[in-house]
């Protein structure tokens, strides 16, 4: 395999060539020559105004469904829509059937993915079969794959299990990942209480849960000095709970969900099911705080909480339709969409850099001699997102025929291309 990207604007920090436009060359699978001007000679050339390359994006949070549900995704077809939407690594959920708490499903999951252009990497379940009631051999995934512990969709809703979680990881600096959620506040809440939902009829879920949660698993983490990360934060009063914790050196992290900074209660008004998330949508002024808060750096970074589901779980009455919405094709033209004016580099670190950092995850920089783990894409590309981008087996997503700017060519990885050529 040899490749010449042409003129591209490299994003990298860690790199000699950071901000300047280069020809780079790679040969099999290794960047093997970054200059001013290069002969590409034979093999694939690469050449767009505009174009942007960078470390290859990261994803903390996506449900792939297998094993056991093949028929909402699969490895194959996550890897497919990861590798759309610009994403190298993708850390897929325990919430399978049945459930990444044992290490043979944890080496299922890593065995499958190695033929893949995208690197799968599984997230173990605290606690067995994702219930929340006993430990599982999270030593033994950690030694097989597994790179971070969570129950996923459904967070550990017990104190005294959460603190022995914490304190079984800090033996091999592991994270635990929780959506931070009290179930048992307003159990039956379909979206945000407040105003919108009084006038939806729709019984309604408050901030409260999520900020409880936030509040009581800071201290935990500061009392065991373990590592904890809260992905699909929604609430303003979370962030300060988490910015306070930050600067008093309890080691926790934070992400959002580009949904959570694109649509807010006020988009719920037609009922789309495919805007029905938990933690749900919040108010307008709570998804402006978000903003600022990614732009402020108190965001870690971003998590896609990609969700696929078939027809018939989404196109029903919203009281029974599942939570979730798909989110690797669409990420960066969303997040690019509604925060035009930060940097490439501000992105990249949000994308990429960072949950390389929190999760330990090795990313080669960009130079001469070093391994190709790269996304390709260009900022200033204004596109309609229609179905045609997808490569999810699933379609449950509230941003198709929305004009978006932001649009990803590819990614180069393990040693494969895939570019978005009819896109």
């Not at 190695?114 to 009631?133: K, M, Q």
């Not at 995850?361 to 229609?386: C, E, H, I, W, Y």
Request: proline fraction near 6%; aromatic fraction near 6%.
């Amino acid at each position: 395999m040899k490749v010449t990207i042409k003129k591209a604007r490299i994003i990298d920090p860690s790199s000699p060539h950071h901000l300047l436009v280069k020809d780079i060359a790679i040969s099999d699978g290794t960047v093997s020559a970054i200059e001013d001007e290069l002969d590409p000679g034979e093999g694939t050339v690469m050449s767009e105004p505009g174009l942007h390359v960078s470390p290859g994006w990261i994803d903390i949070f996506s449900n792939f469904n297998d094993p056991g549900h093949e028929y909402k995704e699969t490895l194959e077809s996550g890897a497919r829509a990861a590798a759309a939407g610009g994403f190298t690594d993708v850390m897929v959920l325990p919430n399978t059937k049945p459930v990444i708490d044992v290490k043979s499903i944890v080496e299922y999951v890593v065995q499958r993915s190695h033929s893949l252009p995208v690197s799968i990497i599984p997230i173990g379940a605290v606690t067995r079969n994702a219930e929340g009631r006993e430990l599982a051999e999270m030593y033994d995934m950690r030694n097989s794959g597994a790179l971070a512990f969570s129950d996923g969709l459904y967070p550990v809703q017990s104190a005294g299990i959460l603190v022995k979680a914490l304190q079984y990881v800090k033996a091999f600096d592991g994270v635990i990942i929780q959506v931070p959620d009290d179930r048992s506040i307003a159990p039956q809440g379909l979206i945000n209480e407040g105003i919108i939902s009084t006038r939806l009829g729709l019984p309604g879920k408050p901030s409260m849960a999520e900020e409880l949660v936030v509040a009581r698993d800071i201290k935990l983490a500061r009392y065991t000095d373990s590592r904890l990360h809260f992905t699909g934060v929604s609430s303003p009063k979370s962030l300060e709970y988490i910015k306070r914790a930050k600067e008093s050196g309890i080691r926790v992290t934070c992400s959002v969900t580009p949904y959570h900074l694109f649509f807010c209660d006020e988009d719920l008004l037609d009922y789309d099911t495919n805007l029905k998330v938990n933690p749900p949508l919040r108010t307008k002024s709570d998804m402006m705080a978000l903003r600022r808060a990614v732009a402020e750096d108190v965001i870690d970074c971003i998590a896609t909480h990609h969700l696929p589901h078939e027809y018939d779980s989404k196109v029903l009455e919203f009281e029974y339709a599942k939570n979730g919405m798909i989110g690797l094709e669409s990420a960066y033209a969303v997040l690019k969409t509604v925060l035009p004016e930060l940097s490439e580099d501000k992105w990249v670190k949000l994308l990429s850099l960072n949950a390389a950092a929190i999760f330990g995850l090795s990313k080669p920089k960009l130079a001469t001699g070093q391994v190709a783990s790269l996304t390709l894409f260009n900022p200033d590309t204004r596109f309609m997102f229609t179905e045609k981008h997808l490569r999810s087996k699933s379609r449950n997503s509230p941003f198709l025929n929305k004009e978006m700017q932001g649009k990803v060519k590819g990614i180069i990885n393990k040693g494969s291309v895939v570019l978005n050529e009819n896109n």
